[in-house]
């Protein structure tokens, strides 16, 4: 309790939350604009807490991480075009929700699942933070590979109108995610010598080039402005939001399976908000009794995307807090701050420095608490976007992009593969191709392969997949999930055909 009360005391000083608000609105901002990332804006606030006390430093990177992840809701509601890697699978029904003429419960249902996410995960990150550290951290290579494999069959929940488009466009995401040096090695491969394949096609380039650039072809196509509602503008925006709220809350099932799968998946060392905002899209649509309905702006795609990765945010502090093992870059960087502050982060952690511990706890409150009030006192402005001439947001939004791939790694040839990968993006958008399962091969690839190899490394012998339990169990889970999606699939194509053939 003593360390609990020190730790309240630390965070709740007024210049402490006048920092954490400034972080928290700095995050928001910074992952609204695609290509900032949430990792990018905790890089560039670290330098600024070196000569804060351990806690205010690591509470403020807290609000920012806490923000990010709300943040990237805003670009993929009002322009279709996801602002970090873990508001891809927002954009299926959040962005279609605001073109319908609601962009106002668009943002208010992401704010709100994101909020409650964060809350829950923080709970659990509290009360089971030891037993999860240790689950995760057991996990070997095998058990990794076989999790990318369960989480790629999800391309088949994804694929949209045609299974073979779909698993076309997901091909497509491993071929390029191979591109480049080996992970294992260094060595070069599919580069054809060319100089600009060299480094290979980082993620962040094929993210924003294949949303936000062939978004922006496709909107230069269609002048007419975005379907706005003015009542949500004009009108009273709080009020509106609390019945936005009671939504939410109406779907418990869906929201709690959304937050806790965020957790578990923000607890597995290197697995992020980007996997399990599409994993728990997934099993919402798996779950849901109109699973036709998903892409078409239902809440329940916008409540589960949203929970699931800002629920990451506690999963992923919970093996760095217990073991030392950051779940995510993020939380790397957050254990090089404490580190910098002479803080040493491992299981001995909470015994020695139990007020920074509780302290970290409540930051991640009062975070949520800052972007809930944030993002809420200024959605009226950033509806605003809605009513912006194409004219106006197509040049600013591309320059945007363009700066966000150029300071990735500061090489102007990531500028021209933001493009070449843009067209790629437009020319599959135009030919019908669903371009999520294509993301979730660039993203999931190089962990699957890196792994792979691990575990062939440790052990020749590949029968080892399937005598360790976990591994097993993960591998029949991808098997069920294969053969549930493809029935689903035949079920909704005889359904379509059922009234011509009548």
């Excluded at 923000?67 to 805003?74: D, E, K």
């Excluded at 003015?230 to 869906?254: Q, Y």
């Excluded at 060392?269 to 239902?298: H, V």
Aim: aromatic share 8%; hydrophobic share 55%.
């Amino acid at each position: 309790m003593d360390d609990f009360l020190l730790g309240l005391v630390q965070v709740l000083a007024p210049d402490t939350l006048l920092y954490m608000a400034l972080g928290s609105l700095a995050g928001i901002i910074a992952a609204a604009i695609p290509g900032f990332t949430v990792t990018m804006a905790i890089v560039l606030t670290l330098p600024l807490t070196f000569t804060m006390p351990p806690l205010q430093g690591i509470s403020v990177m807290l609000s920012v991480y806490v923000g990010g992840y709300t943040g990237g809701l805003i670009s993929a509601a009002l322009l279709g075009i996801p602002g970090t890697p873990s508001s891809v699978a927002t954009t299926f029904d959040a962005f279609p929700m605001a073109r319908n003429g609601e962009p106002g419960r668009a943002l208010s249902l992401g704010v709100w699942a994101s909020f409650f996410g964060t809350i829950i995960s923080t709970l659990v990150l509290i009360v089971a933070a030891p037993p999860l550290a240790i689950v995760a951290v057991r996990l070997g290579p095998w058990e990794y590979f076989s999790l990318i494999v369960f989480a790629l069959t999800i391309v088949a929940s994804l694929v949209g109108a045609s299974l073979l488009r779909g698993l076309i466009a997901g091909v497509i995401g491993l071929a390029i995610a191979v591109i480049g040096p080996d992970p294992m090695m260094g060595r070069p491969r599919f580069t054809f010598d060319i100089e600009m394949l060299a480094p290979g096609l980082p993620f962040l380039v094929v993210l924003i080039g294949i949303f936000a650039i062939s978004q922006l072809m496709s909107e230069l196509e269609n002048p007419t402005a975005v379907k706005t509602n003015a009542a949500l503008i004009s009108g009273r925006i709080d009020f509106h939001t609390w019945t936005v709220m009671k939504e939410v809350l109406s779907r418990p099932g869906n929201l709690l399976r959304s937050s806790l799968l965020g957790v578990f998946v923000g607890a597995v060392p290197g697995a992020g908000g980007s996997i399990a905002n599409l994993l728990t899209y997934d099993q919402a649509k798996r779950a849901s009794k109109t699973p036709e309905k998903f892409g078409t702006g239902i809440a329940d795609g916008v409540v589960a995307s949203e929970a699931g990765n800002s629920a990451t945010a506690g999963g992923g502090l919970i093996p760095m807090i217990a073991l030392g093992i950051p779940g995510s870059a993020v939380d790397a960087i957050l254990m090089a701050s404490l580190m910098v502050h002479g803080v040493s982060v491992g299981p001995r952690l909470i015994m020695e420095h139990g007020d920074l511990v509780y302290g970290m706890f409540i930051a991640m409150v009062v975070a949520s608490l800052m972007m809930l009030i944030i993002c809420i006192t200024t959605m009226r402005f950033f509806l605003r976007v809605t009513e912006i001439p194409k004219f106006v947001i197509v040049p600013v939004v591309t320059v945007c992009c363009v700066v966000g791939a150029f300071a990735l790694n500061n090489r102007v040839t990531d500028v021209y593969l933001l493009g070449f990968v843009g067209l790629l993006g437009y020319v599959l958008k135009k030919l019908d191709y669903p371009l999520a399962p294509l993301v979730l091969g660039v993203i999931l690839g190089p962990i699957a392969e890196t792994n792979l190899r691990r575990a062939l490394m440790s052990d020749a012998d590949w029968t080892t997949f399937f005598t360790r339990p976990i591994s097993a169990f993960l591998l029949v889970a991808a098997v069920l999930s294969i053969v549930w999606s493809a029935r689903a699939y035949m079920k909704g194509r005889k359904s379509m055909l059922a009234p011509s053939s009548s």
